[in-house]
């Protein structure tokens, strides 16, 4: 992976140009294509594609066409999009058969999963939860570490430990994010060992329409209440193995025994799971 970083904003062909030693072939001249043989991205990251502005898009084509060619790869005797699902999902609303686009012979899943995640990304077409799935991705399947993304991304690497964060709560909370009821910043407010119930709290947040500072005092209040059923020892115990793994430390205990409970180790990735793991052995 290069480590040159990438401004935000820029467009696919800058991101093309940076990864062009991973291109087996150049895309060819503009031609155009049956929207019959064109098939999604199966790596996309986007879920969510609004009706609405489909809709509007489509109307603009009717009216103007399209004015840049989508991008595919050959596959299996058909064409995959690389770049350009929503032209081609309103090309088909506006009645359109055929679509014009440059299409990329040879090009592999790595690199085309890549392309995907970082347009998205940089054009900021994801929601939270998206952007960090493809953050998760990226590190996972494709080798990129903390380091890498913040470069690459030109976000500070607090931004995306903070992004993959939000992975760790309930899926309920995390269809509210997506959906925006509840801002991203109030939700991380939820992942305070001391809630106990994150899609409750997460719910009062959404009813009373409380800002990001607002949910983080409300949270704020719950953890001191929580911390009053935690001996003086149990909280020295656990800071001091959140700060030496540098993640979150969640402790239940037993409500037959108090001398017995459980710990949770939160990682965000393999890669975390490595550093913990090098840390363990270190003791």
């Known amino acids: 992976m290069g480590k040159k970083a990438m401004s935000l904003g820029r467009g696919l062909d800058d991101i093309l140009r940076d990864h062009s030693a991973n291109i087996a072939e150049k895309a060819g001249d503009v031609t155009k294509i049956s929207l019959d043989l064109i098939d999604p991205n ?7 594609f609004a009706k609405e502005a489909l809709q509007e898009l489509a109307e603009s084509i009717k009216l103007q066409g399209i004015l840049q060619p989508v991008l595919l790869r050959k596959h299996a005797g058909r064409y995959q999009i690389v770049s350009g699902e929503r032209r081609v999902r309103a090309a088909r609303i506006a009645g359109l058969g055929e679509i014009e686009a440059r299409v990329f012979d040879l090009l592999s899943d790595k690199t085309m999963a890549e392309w995907a995640i970082i347009e998205n990304i940089q054009r900021e077409d994801l929601d939270p939860i998206e952007t960090a799935a493809s953050y998760q991705k990226l590190l996972e399947s494709h080798g990129y570490t903390h380091e890498d993304l913040a470069t690459r991304l030109s976000k500070s690497r607090a931004a995306i430990t903070n992004s993959l964060r939000l992975l760790n709560l309930p899926e309920q909370v995390k269809n509210w994010i997506a959906e925006g009821q509840i801002s ?8 305070s060992p001391n ?3 994150p899609v409750k709290a997460a719910k009062n947040i959404i009813e009373k329409g409380l800002s990001v500072r607002e949910a983080e005092k409300l949270t704020k209040k719950t953890a001191a209440k929580a911390s009053q059923t935690i001996s003086p020892d149990m909280k020295n115990f656990l800071n001091t193995l959140q700060g030496a793994f540098g993640t979150k430390i969640e402790y239940k205990s037993s409500p037959k025994d108090p001398q017995k409970g459980t710990l949770i180790i939160t990682y965000n990735s393999y890669d975390d ?4 793991l090098q840390t363990i052995r270190a003791i």
Do not use: C, E
Not at 184 to 191: H, K, M, P, W, Y
């Open 184 to 191: 991203a910043g109030a939700a991380r407010s939820l992942l």
């Open 273 to 276: 799971l490595t550093r913990i």
């Open 42 to 48: 199966p790596f996309q990251p986007r879920k969510h």
């Open 195 to 197: 809630i106990s119930d």
